[in-house]
């Protein structure tokens, strides 16, 4: 196989995208609708799917006009080596080809307890630990080898994070032992940062931002439990200052991105615009365009 | 791979105070038996306790998702014991624990935990245990169709030896309960319909109650094949000797042992062929390689 520096060569470059699950648009954002409306705001289409649900009207719809969209998984954990198994590649491969996915992306850790079964679902970061990364890396590596497609595992909000390692740390490692590239969620990076009181920006330095194919920008909400504070992952329409910062911080030195999604499907689009407009600034559909200005 | 036991002990924690409570006053024994380092069990302990408990509808979302399941037997249960705590509770159980620490179903675990507070007493209504065998049953069948997909019936060999094992197709299963139960889960639906109407009903001192449901007869039994149907699991009545054969068939067995189980129960030797015959040919019994 290749390695991640000569295949990462292969890949469009997609602009700024918007997120989306099944059914989305009875109760948020209609990508096609926003594409009709804005159409210098929005390039691609990221899915996020479960083997239960599949896809709706909403992504056919948009894949049939031969527009770019990507497959982010909602069912797999990563962390754990005995949920990847051949039927889920399978039917993941099959849904991602019928919608033209560029990519496989989603959040590594766990997407559910245990079995993959109705009650169990429950998104949880890995353990920070070398043990796991390498559980991750290796189930990356099979799926990237069974689907012949990038998988780029993302770094998971949550309020608690066990393990003795960075999260950037870890998913280094997992980079290292995959060979993968990686989807750094800034809004994700900045939850963490505050969970262990660190400035937004710690562990940027030595993390490999060659590997950021992906990234992703949403809104937060500063929250307590009995005066215990954390960030809820709300994806609200305004970003924290903490997730531009990382965003603005991380764009000029990642050489291989492709693509950035501003997860905001829920709200209302003209609530979003401003977001999507900045972003469009900072990442322009066309590169020649940047290096112009 | 102690990451795997910790994230177990993450999930439990996550849904139970009292475990929570019960591993920071005594984590030896709290955390007995566990493949963990030191290093994972201070971690585990530095958490500060108040963040186990930021979402505080995980409880009644996952019970949502259980209820569905166990809608009808969920429904005498909380009829009897007004309390959403006596539900709730299934987070602090020992089934719950278990499932998770051993990556069992939570499902099948919810079920163990409704049969278990009938046995002790917790709820008396007499029709809970043949209910909550029934829905466990279609719960099973959804899992198995789901793990092992739905076989389609083809052509069988022309000759079939008495060694060929068989076994129940995925997704199918037979049970026998007490005569009166489909009546008494009927009497449920019909309810928890009316109350759908309008939910916020449920407020009001005049809303429906769940009326006395039919008397368990235990005298006559009501024997019940489940299938996969086209919206979901179906159930048929059936005669007890079909059952009788069919019931063997629960885990992989040679055809001649099946038969001499259904004969010392009491089947017919050559009805009970011609019942062998009959769910082979539709699908609903396998050879099993």
């Known amino acids: ?14 602009g700024v995208g918007l997120s989306g699950e099944f059914n989305v648009a009875a109760k948020g954002m209609d990508v096609s609708w926003l594409k009709e409306h804005y159409p210098a705001l929005v390039h691609f289409y990221e899915y996020g799917a479960d083997l239960d649900r599949g896809l709706d009207d909403g992504v056919r719809r948009w894949a049939a006009a031969c527009r770019p969209t990507t497959y982010h998984f909602l069912d797999i954990n990563l962390e754990e080596r005995m949920d990847i198994d051949r039927h889920w590649i399978a039917q993941t491969k099959a849904l991602a080809a019928e919608i033209g996915a560029t990519w496989l992306c989603g959040d590594a850790g ?17 353990i920070l ?17 069974e689907t012949g497609m990038f998988c780029l595992p993302e770094n998971p909000p949550a309020v608690i994070y066990l393990g003795d390692l960075h999260i950037l740390d870890y998913f280094a490692l997992v980079a290292e032992r995959a060979d993968c590239g990686l989807l750094l969620d800034c809004a994700h990076l900045a939850i963490f940062q505050q969970t262990r009181d660190l400035p937004p920006l710690t562990g940027l330095d030595n993390f490999p931002l060659d590997r950021v194919v992906e990234m992703h920008v949403a809104g937060g909400t500063h929250a307590d439990v009995e005066g215990y504070a954390y960030i809820e992952d709300s994806h609200t329409p305004e970003p924290l200052a903490a997730t531009w910062e990382i965003l603005e911080c991380v764009l000029p030195r990642a050489t291989n991105l492709r693509a950035i999604v501003f997860e905001c499907e829920q709200n209302a689009p003209e609530e979003c615009l401003a977001g999507f407009a900045r972003l469009n600034e900072l990442f322009p559909i066309k590169k020649e365009k940047a290096n112009a200005r | 791979m102690s990451h ?13 105070e009292a475990f ?31 963040a186990w408990r930021h979402d505080a509808l995980r409880r009644k979302r996952t019970l949502r998702t259980l209820v569905e399941e166990f809608k009808v037997s969920t429904t005498i249960v909380l009829a009897e014991t007004r ?12 089934f719950f624990h278990r499932a998770i620490q051993e ?51 083809g052509d069988l060999p022309a000759t079939i030896s008495d060694r060929s094992r068989v076994r129940l197709a995925p997704g199918y299963d037979v049970g026998a309960f007490q005569a009166n139960v489909i009546p008494a889960i009927q009497q449920v639906e019909q309810y928890l319909f009316e109350v759908s109407l309008m939910p916020a009903m449920a407020l009001c001192d005049d809303a429906p109650r769940l009326p006395a449901l039919p008397l368990v007869d235990r005298t006559k039994k009501s024997f019940l094949f489940f299938g996969p149907g086209a919206s979901g699991i179906s159930l048929t009545n059936i005669d007890k000797p079909a059952y009788l054969v069919l019931l063997q068939a629960k885990r992989p067995i040679e055809i001649r042992n099946l038969l001499s189980r259904a004969g010392v129960a009491g089947v017919n030797a050559r009805r009970a062929q011609e019942i062998l015959s009959e769910w082979l040919e539709n699908g609903a019994l396998v050879l099993v390689e």
């Open chain 1, 129 to 145: 630990c070398r043990e796991s990364a390498m559980e991750t890396a290796e189930s990356i590596m099979r799926i990237e080898a």
């Open chain 2, 4 to 16: 795997h036991t910790v994230q177990n002990l993450v999930v439990r924690m996550l849904f139970d």
């Open chain 1, 110 to 126: 766990r997407w559910h307890f245990g079995l993959r079964e109705r009650g169990h679902g429950m998104l949880m970061p890995p």
């Open chain 1, 1 to 14: 196989m290749t390695t991640f520096a000569k295949r990462v060569k292969c890949l469009p470059r997609l």
């Open chain 2, 20 to 50: 929570v409570e019960a591993v920071h006053a005594d984590p030896g024994r709290a955390l007995a038996g566990l493949e963990l380092t030191e290093a994972e069990r201070d971690q585990l302990l530095r958490v500060d306790r108040r």
């Open chain 2, 83 to 94: 309390s959403l705590a006596s539900l709730e509770h299934f987070f602090s159980s020992s």
């Open chain 2, 103 to 153: 990556r069992g179903s939570l499902g099948m675990a919810f079920s163990d935990f409704l049969l278990d507070g009938g046995k002790r007493g917790e709820w008396k209504a007499p029709q809970i245990e043949d209910v909550v065998r029934l829905e466990a049953a279609i719960a099973g069948c959804r899992r198995t169709l789901a793990r092992e997909g739905e076989h389609e019936a």
